[in-house]
């Protein structure tokens, strides 16, 4: 299995700010790295797919790039419906995709 | 838009059988794949496995030996069995949609807490 590594694994911001969540893969899946928001009670929101490429209806704060092992997830001006916890996946190798451990962005 | 929904029982008693399905409404595409995937409290999300429309399946290795999925597109249907369960299985489980080419989930429903108890 390929690893997934996300770092922090919790954070604490303010409406406004500008935050970023790195995802480390344990080889290189070249771009094939996916974010998710995760919030309880709801479906998952997919993101970013490609590394890059924003998913339609997503609020373009939210950026993200990388490839190889390192990629980044960048939500400028922190809304508050953005406060949940946000996933990395790979999807390089199916034997499986794997996902990051998960980044919780709270209230500071 | 798509629009999925699991169903199926909330509680299951160690060694059974955890049944669950997922309806999908909104288009039943076989331009896409159909997936499974837990989280365990506390925990971070796993992938269960996928099912094509025509019934191609891939399971994670962990647990290829107790998992079995199956499709009904007379129903737009999709099943998941996992068998011998124990607390450890306890979780949300999540069907979504996969992108076949990126190889991303684009469309999730809400998840369903299956807890194994006794």
């Known amino acids: 299995d390929i690893q997934m590594t996300q770092s922090p694994s919790s954070l604490s911001a303010s409406v406004g700010d500008r935050v970023t969540i790195t995802c480390r893969a344990g080889q290189s899946i070249t771009t094939y790295l996916n974010w998710y928001q995760v919030k309880p009670g709801k479906a998952p929101k997919l993101l970013i797919y490609a590394a890059s490429r924003l998913q339609s209806g997503v609020p373009s704060r939210f950026t993200a790039s990388g490839s190889g092992t390192d990629f980044t997830l960048t939500i400028s001006g922190l809304q508050p419906e953005d406060f949940a916890t946000y996933y990395c996946q790979q999807s390089y190798s199916v034997s499986p995709f794997t996902f990051g451990g998960g980044t919780k962005v709270e209230i500071k | 838009q798509v629009q999925l929904q699991e169903s199926g029982p909330g509680l299951v008693k160690p060694s059974e059988t955890l049944s669950l399905t997922c309806t999908v409404s909104?288009?039943?595409?076989?331009?896409?794949?159909w997936s499974w995937i837990r989280q365990s409290p506390g925990k971070g999300l796993e992938l269960i496995g996928y099912?094509?429309?025509?019934?191609?399946?891939n399971y994670s290795p962990s647990l290829k030996s107790r998992v079995t999925l199956s499709v009904d597109t007379s129903k737009n249907q999709f099943s998941l069995k996992l068998t011998s369960v124990s607390a450890a299985d306890t979780a949300v489980y999540y069907c979504?949609?996969?992108?076949?080419?990126?190889?991303?989930?684009?469309?999730w429903g809400q998840g369903t807490l299956v807890t194994v108890s006794s």
């Open positions: 979504a949609r996969e992108v076949v080419f990126y190889g991303c989930f684009d469309f």
């Open positions: 909104g288009g039943f595409s076989s331009s896409y794949y």
């Open positions: 099912i094509s429309h025509s019934g191609s399946t």
